[in-house]
DNA sequence: GTCTATATGGGGATAGAC
DNA sequence: GTCTATCCCCATATAGAC
């Protein structure tokens, strides 16, 4: 903790971020991280004492520049639109950008830890449960109630559903992109950031507001419902 | 490969595809396995040869699964419809209904997989992605020849996109539902399937329709976009 | 704070009896 | 086909010198 820290810390910080996105968290050696990160293999226990308090570490770091970049956003859309509902693209902005954009003090370093959230996000038994709702809770509430007066007809129920499809598209997206690369035969390309954000936000946003269908919805349910939405 | 063939095999890979599910495939010890199999630890080297070519086999047998009654889907509609396009809701259906519904031998062994299969798609450097792509190519031709008459208006790539965020949505419902029901206190319940694949199907499908923006959509984009879709 | 050396345990895989 | 016993390696974590 001092001012002149040496910066043994964060380069096992960066090392692991790399070395879990690529390989994951259990097949990634601690002699592999501290190998990658040129420091001594005691090291990490040293500074975060156990493998998995230097995974939770890692995401604790990223996951308070992921909030802080939300609340950002929302504090500007909130500013500019008062009281009046904030349209649903900036809200879906403030949902996905920041998870896309996540700059670290290394270069391409924000690409891995997006891999690594994707990956964290699949897996149900981790220790990362916890520090992921809690890290994200703040905002979570936020967005719940601006996203309930932008969208004032959609059940509350249908709207937690929307935006957790919306969020796993998006993860998707950042996790395992080089399939779609592959199977698209190289016509899409996941290294155009900007291309494939837009794609996302148009999807995202028509997706959140289509109208629900009361009743059951078994036959021909679109060709009909055309009622166009209030706003 | 007797006709009275002993089980070992089938309970080796049930054990397995739900432990690999819950833990994870590195985190899942060939010992766990056999014992949760109630068989001989020695019996997955006699019978898979390896770890890794154990998941490869337990893969190959869902996906000939999953890719047989999306074909089986799909010949359905194509009979029905003739050489008029399917409706979108039809295609997606064909797309996702057969990964929410793997079923299995054994009761439950179909919720596992779906865990299994989110978590693999989010693991770049598995072995699995030559697995992955190849049983589902057939499909995936059949399948964008179908679609893209189903949306004429929406160019190809941004139809790969979608349908990669699609399949993002889904497999996200399917392996991290759990952070679904915690974050919204309850108010959304992962296992009523169905409820939650029709919300899912209207969210896809508007996503899939909602009509490209040729220039920049940079600034207010929704408001004025209210240019009714053809079709 | 950083290093070497090592304790301790579990992992995948196999040999060879039955 | 199934079992026991075991090989051999690599993992995390720590003790203790510097």
Redesign the interface.
């Known amino acids: 903790m001092d001012v002149l820290m040496t910066n043994t810390k964060d380069n096992i910080l960066d090392a692991a971020e790399r070395l879990f996105a690529?390989?994951?968290?259990?097949?990634t050696s601690m002699r592999a991280i501290t190998s990658a990160a040129g420091v001594n293999l005691a090291a990490v226990n040293y500074h975060f004492h156990s493998k998995e308090r230097l995974l939770q570490a890692l995401f604790t770091r990223r996951l308070e520049m992921l909030n802080r970049k939300r609340m950002e956003l929302m504090d500007a859309y909130e500013a500019e639109y008062g009281k009046r509902p904030i349209?649903?693209?900036k809200l879906v902005h403030a949902l996905i950008e920041p998870m896309i954009d996540i700059t670290g003090e290394r270069p391409n370093s924000n690409k891995a830890f997006s891999?690594l959230l994707?990956?964290m996000?699949?897996?149900?038994?981790s220790s990362l449960?916890g520090i992921?709702?809690s890290d994200?809770r703040n905002f979570?509430e936020r967005f719940e109630t601006a996203i309930r007066r932008s969208l004032p007809d959609i059940p509350?129920?249908?709207l937690?559903?929307?935006v957790?499809?919306?969020?796993?598209?998006?993860?998707?997206?950042l996790?395992?992109?080089?399939?779609?690369q592959?199977?698209?035969r190289g016509?899409?390309n996941p290294d155009d950031r900007k291309g494939?954000q837009?794609?996302?936000t148009?999807?995202?946003?028509?997706?959140?507001?289509?109208p629900?269908?009361p009743g059951l919805?078994k036959k021909r349910?679109?060709r009909t419902a055309k009622t166009d939405r209030g706003k």
Not at 121 to 125: A, D, G, Q, R, V
């Open positions: 690529e390989r994951g968290y259990e097949a349209p649903i693209e891999v994707g990956r996000y699949s897996s149900p038994h449960d992921l709702l994200i979570a509350p129920e249908d937690y559903w929307r957790f499809f919306a969020l796993g598209a998006t993860i998707h997206s996790a395992s992109s080089h399939l779609l592959k199977i698209s016509l899409c494939a837009e794609k996302l148009a999807f995202i946003v028509a997706g959140l507001k289509t629900t269908n919805m349910l679109s």
